[in-house]
């Protein structure tokens, strides 16, 4: 299955909660709690490229399944990072203790991020 495509956020659940853990600023959250994001995501094989608009926030990230690459986190960190695939629809992506699983169904994502025991989910549709 292919990622490619573009996707608005429709929905989050437990984001301030999910932040606060990583560890963003009160300030920061409070900005990106009610922007609907929109994420492009260009897969060719195994290699992807994923471009993420919050606001004026604009982050670029590409990597290869099975290899690991850098990315910025949440509070603007950068960090290593390994994503591979699980079934056809599945990727996995770990990162600095952060367990992130996107799902793709149709037109829907599904992003369910894990730390800890707090789970912070995001539903995007395509547009």
């Avoid at 195994?46 to 290899?67: D, I, N, Y």
Wanted: hydrophobic share 35%; glycine share 10%; charged share 25%.
């Amino acid at each position: 299955m292919n990622f490619s495509g573009k996707y608005q956020l429709q929905s989050q659940e437990n984001y301030e909660a999910f932040m606060k853990a990583a560890g963003v600023p009160d300030d920061i959250i409070q900005k990106g709690k009610n922007i609907k994001g929109v994420s492009e995501i260009v897969q060719s094989g195994k290699h992807f490229k994923l471009t993420m608009t919050a606001g004026t926030k604009v982050l670029v990230t590409e990597f290869t399944l099975g290899e690991e690459f850098q990315m910025e986190n949440f509070n603007g960190e950068k960090v290593k990072a390994i994503a591979h695939m699980e079934g056809d629809n599945k990727l996995v992506t770990t990162l600095k203790g952060i367990k992130s699983v996107t799902e793709l169904n149709g037109d829907t994502i599904t992003n369910t991020m894990t730390l800890g025991d707090i789970v912070y989910k995001r539903i995007s549709k395509r547009i």
